[in-house]
C-alpha cells in the first residue's frame, strides 16, 4: 500500500505543478538492453535481455538559459539472466531475474534550438530513485536472488526534439546502489543493473 501511495502523491504534486510558468507535461516510453554486473567473479552475466518503460513526465524551464529539469513517474521492467558457481567453484547456477518498479528520473537537460524551436538537440544527465513494486526472488539449493526494496543509479545521454512536441533520446543508465544479492551459506554478492534505453516522449 505504501507505494501505491507513493505514486499517487507523485501524480498529485506533477498535476499541480501545472500552476507554475513555462511548464510541460508529457508521457515518455521506451525499450532498452539490460545486463547485470557483480563484484565477484563467480556471478556473470548469461545475457543481456529487453526492457522497457513507460509514465507520465514534467519539463520546466530553469531560470539560466538553454537548461531545463525533467522529472518523471515511470512503470519500469527489467529482466536478466546471469549464472553464479557454488562455493567449490565447479557447479554453475542459473538464475532467470526479473524486476519491476517504479522509477523516478531527475534529469538536468542542457540544448539549443534549430529552425524557430522546431528542431532542437539536448545533452541530459541526473539521479534516478528506483522503488521496487515486484521482484521474483530465485532460489537454487544453494543460492538465493533476493532484491532490494529501494536502489539508487544515474543516467546520462543524448536527445533530440522535434516540433517542440517529440522527443527521441538515447539513455545509459545503471544503479549505483545494489540491485539485489545472491545470497549463500557462505557469503552474499551485490548485483546492480544496467541499460542502453531508447526512449520516445510526447509532450501537450
Known amino acids: ?11 498529485l504534486t506533477l498535476a499541480n ?13 521506451g525499450v532498452g538492453i539490460t545486463s547485470m554486473s557483480f563484484d565477484d567473479k563467480n556471478c556473470g552475466n548469461e545475457h543481456a535481455d529487453w526492457s522497457y518503460f513507460v509514465g507520465p513526465i514534467v519539463k520546466f524551464a530553469l ?15 527489467k529482466s536478466s539472466n546471469v549464472h553464479a558457481y557454488n562455493a567449490a567453484g565447479d557447479g554453475m547456477r542459473f538464475y532467470d531475474i526479473e524486476q519491476k518498479q517504479l522509477l523516478i528520473p531527475a534529469n538536468l537537460r542542457l540544448g539549443f534550438s534549430l529552425f524557430k524551436d522546431n528542431l532542437g538537440f539536448y545533452l541530459f544527465a ?9 521482484g521474483k526472488d530465485t532460489k537454487t539449493e544453494d543460492k ?3 532484491h532490494s526494496n529501494f536502489n539508487l543509479g544515474a543516467n546520462f545521454g ?25 545470497k549463500s551459506n557462505t557469503d552474499n554478492i551485490a548485483g546492480k543493473f544496467g541499460a542502453v534505453q531508447l526512449s520516445l516522449g510526447i509532450y501537450f
Open 17 to 29: 505543478m501545472k500552476s507554475f510558468a513555462q511548464v510541460e507535461f508529457g508521457v515518455k516510453g
Open 126 to 134: 541526473g539521479p534516478q530513485l528506483g522503488i521496487v513494486i515486484e
Open 158 to 182: 543524448v536527445g533530440t526534439t522535434i516540433l517542440k512536441h517529440l522527443d527521441l533520446a538515447l539513455t545509459i543508465s545503471g544503479d549505483l546502489t545494489k540491485t539485489g544479492e545472491v
Open 63 to 77: 531560470p539560466i538559459k538553454c537548461l531545463e529539469l525533467e522529472l518523471g513517474a515511470l512503470y519500469d521492467y
Open 144 to 146: 538465493t536472488w533476493s
Open 1 to 11: 500500500m505504501k507505494k501505491i501511495f507513493v505514486l499517487v502523491f507523485l501524480c
